[in-house]
């Protein structure tokens, strides 16, 4: 092999040829660095007379000479900040490629070939324009880390599962709506972000993720966690801020390692008692949820000393549900206005309430009695109007039952939901809901069926 001097240092002739055509193709020279870090721009280093590293950040390149293929010891090549939307094939050369970064960039087909690299540990293609991975993914074994985040991809093919050796992946602001049940096959991932997609359920087998330590899911559409969640016994951060959460399974208290659970900005409207179970904990943040009560979990933590955000005063209820329940009041009594009215002009004790944005005041009072006579009437009302076949109050189904949340029990909400909504034949109370709780209250649900049948 014989060895030429370039830019001051021992390279073979072939390799020199290689950077010596890139600088022409470029336009700028190279410089030789101690070693390749991010932004390294025009940048080469070498060890044991061979090159080892090679950055061109920044370089507007659009394209690679062939040539790149004879540098066979390279381990570190970062082409980010480019307009690259295509490699040359010899890149699958690099048999001693172990870091190949190619963030923004305009790729919008994936460069496959990049998969018959058997040393890459580490791969990023942030912020291009890639709607899918081929399945051939599943054969970059030595994976340790891959960025996929910043792309346009709705799928993950399940061969993402073969990457045994995956400890890291990014697939951040994707149009994913759901993952591949191969996910939980990766037994060494560590880190798993997939924050800002579309996803609105976790499949089962994300309980497997036996090493996962950090899992971020913000900004999503999730509804539902599934129990097997609490096999994450290795997990430290749980990111599910701005989701559509209603409520958490008994099992989350089982991740024995959990040190932040964030669940900002979701519909949570109750909290498990099993959160007392998360010994680790050490900041909770459950803050813009219209939460009901408080359960005493929450006390059993703070008194741990968990940081959680905003105050749990006594008034913690009425400050929390100030901003989302008073706002739902306020509107389901407009809707009900006159109905309201009425009901409490019949009765001496609620004449001091008469304001559309008094509702909450009213039923959340700390006097029992005007808040139970306020409950009875309101009832009273509704059902007479049903049992007279006159038009109901109109009330939006999830209203309602939000309604009925804030201000009755289980068993009493699903009698006011049917006799409020039954009238109305565009209202369907689904059938799961009534076979539940049709043993507790049985006239009503006789009525309901009795009414819809006659309504055909």
Same mark, same amino acid.
């Given at each position: 092999?014989?060895f030429?001097?370039?830019?001051?240092c021992?390279?073979?002739?072939s390799?020199?040829?290689?950077l010596?055509?890139?600088e022409?193709?470029?336009?700028?020279?190279?410089?030789?660095?101690d070693?390749?870090?991010?932004?390294?721009q025009?940048?080469?280093?070498?060890?044991?007379?061979r090159?080892?590293?090679?950055?061109?950040?920044?370089c507007?390149?659009s394209s690679?000479?062939?040539?790149i293929?004879?540098?066979?010891?390279l381990?570190?090549?970062d082409?980010d900040?480019?307009?690259?939307s295509?490699l040359?094939?010899a890149?699958?050369?690099?048999?001693?490629?172990?870091?190949?970064?190619?963030d923004?960039n305009?790729?919008s087909?994936f460069?496959?070939?990049i998969c018959d690299?058997?040393?890459l540990?580490?791969?990023?293609?942030?912020?291009?324009k890639?709607?899918?991975?081929p399945?051939?993914?599943?054969?970059l074994s030595?994976?340790?880390?891959?960025?996929?985040?910043?792309n346009q991809l709705t799928r993950?093919?399940?061969?993402i599962g073969?990457l045994?050796s995956?400890?890291?992946?990014?697939v951040?602001?994707?149009?994913?709506?759901?993952l591949p049940?191969s +996910? @939980?096959q %990766? =037994? !060494?991932?560590?880190? $798993?972000? /997939?924050t800002m #997609?579309? *996803?609105?359920? &976790?499949p089962?087998?994300?309980?497997?993720l036996?090493?996962?330590k950090?899992?971020?899911l913000?900004?999503?559409?999730?509804t539902?966690?599934?129990?097997s969640?609490?096999?994450?016994?290795s997990?430290?951060f749980l990111n599910l801020?701005k989701n559509k959460?209603?409520?958490?399974?008994?099992s +989350? @208290?089982? %991740? =024995? !390692?959990l040190?932040t $659970?964030? /669940?900002?900005? #979701?519909? *949570?409207?109750? &909290?498990?008692?099993?959160?007392?179970?998360?010994?680790?904990?050490k900041?909770l943040?459950?803050r813009?949820?219209p939460?009901?009560?408080?359960p005493?979990?929450?006390?059993?933590l703070?008194?741990?000393?968990v940081e959680?955000?905003?105050?749990l005063?006594?008034k913690?209820?009425r400050?929390? +549900?100030?901003?989302g329940?008073r706002?739902l009041?306020?509107? /389901?009594w407009?809707q009900?206005?006159?109905?309201?009215?009425?009901i409490?002009?019949?009765?001496?004790?609620?004449?001091?309430?008469k304001?559309?944005?008094?509702?909450y005041?009213?039923?959340?009072?700390?006097?029992?009695s005007i808040r139970?006579?306020?409950k009875k009437?309101?009832k009273?009302?509704?059902?007479?109007?049903?049992?007279?076949?006159?038009?109901?109050?109109?009330?939006?189904?999830?209203?309602v039952q939000?309604?009925?949340?804030?201000?009755?029990?289980?068993?009493?909400?699903?009698?006011?939901?049917?006799?409020?909504l039954?009238?109305n034949?565009t209202?369907t109370?689904?059938?799961?809901?009534?076979?539940?709780?049709?043993?507790a209250?049985?006239?009503?649900f006789?009525?309901?069926y009795?009414?819809n049948e006659?309504?055909?």
């Amino acid at each position: 092999m014989k060895f030429i001097s370039f830019r001051g240092c021992q390279i073979p002739e072939s390799e020199a040829h290689v950077l010596k055509a890139l600088e022409t193709h470029i336009g700028k020279q190279f410089t030789q660095v101690d070693k390749i870090t991010v932004k390294t721009q025009m940048g080469f280093s070498v060890e044991n007379k061979r090159v080892t590293g090679l950055g061109l950040f920044y370089c507007e390149i659009s394209s690679l000479p062939e040539s790149i293929g004879n540098l066979t010891s390279l381990e570190i090549l970062d082409l980010d900040l480019n307009q690259l939307s295509t490699l040359p094939e010899a890149i699958r050369q690099l048999s001693s490629l172990k870091y190949l970064s190619l963030d923004d960039n305009v790729f919008s087909t994936f460069p496959e070939f990049i998969c018959d690299l058997k040393s890459l540990e580490n791969f990023g293609i942030l912020n291009n324009k890639l709607s899918e991975l081929p399945d051939s993914i599943g054969k970059l074994s030595s994976i340790k880390v891959l960025a996929l985040a910043d792309n346009q991809l709705t799928r993950l093919p399940e061969t993402i599962g073969d990457l045994r050796s995956l400890q890291t992946l990014w697939v951040n602001n994707n149009k994913l709506s759901k993952l591949p049940e191969s +996910i @939980g096959q %990766l =037994s !060494s991932l560590k880190k $798993l972000a /997939l924050t800002m #997609n579309q *996803l609105s359920t &976790l499949p089962e087998s994300i309980g497997n993720l036996s090493s996962l330590k950090r899992l971020e899911l913000f900004d999503n559409r999730i509804t539902k966690l599934p129990e097997s969640i609490g096999n994450l016994t290795s997990l430290e951060f749980l990111n599910l801020d701005k989701n559509k959460l209603t409520n958490l399974p008994n099992s +989350i @208290g089982e %991740l =024995s !390692s959990l040190r932040t $659970l964030i /669940l900002v900005f #979701n519909k *949570l409207i109750t &909290l498990p008692e099993s959160l007392s179970k998360l010994e680790k904990l050490k900041r909770l943040d459950f803050r813009y949820n219209p939460l009901m009560t408080l359960p005493k979990a929450i006390k059993v933590l703070k008194d741990r000393g968990v940081e959680i955000p905003g105050k749990l005063s006594s008034k913690y209820n009425r400050k929390q +549900i100030a901003g989302g329940q008073r706002e739902l009041l306020g509107l /389901l009594w407009k809707q009900i206005g006159t109905t309201i009215d009425n009901i409490f002009k019949s009765d001496d004790e609620l004449q001091k309430y008469k304001k559309t944005d008094d509702a909450y005041d009213i039923f959340t009072s700390n006097d029992n009695s005007i808040r139970e006579a306020a409950k009875k009437r309101l009832k009273e009302h509704l059902f007479n109007e049903a049992d007279n076949k006159l038009s109901s109050p109109s009330l939006r189904y999830n209203l309602v039952q939000d309604l009925n949340k804030i201000l009755f029990d289980r068993k009493e909400a699903i009698a006011l939901t049917c006799a409020a909504l039954n009238p109305n034949p565009t209202i369907t109370i689904p059938s799961e809901v009534l076979e539940k709780f049709s043993s507790a209250w049985p006239r009503v649900f006789a009525y309901y069926y009795t009414r819809n049948e006659n309504t055909g």
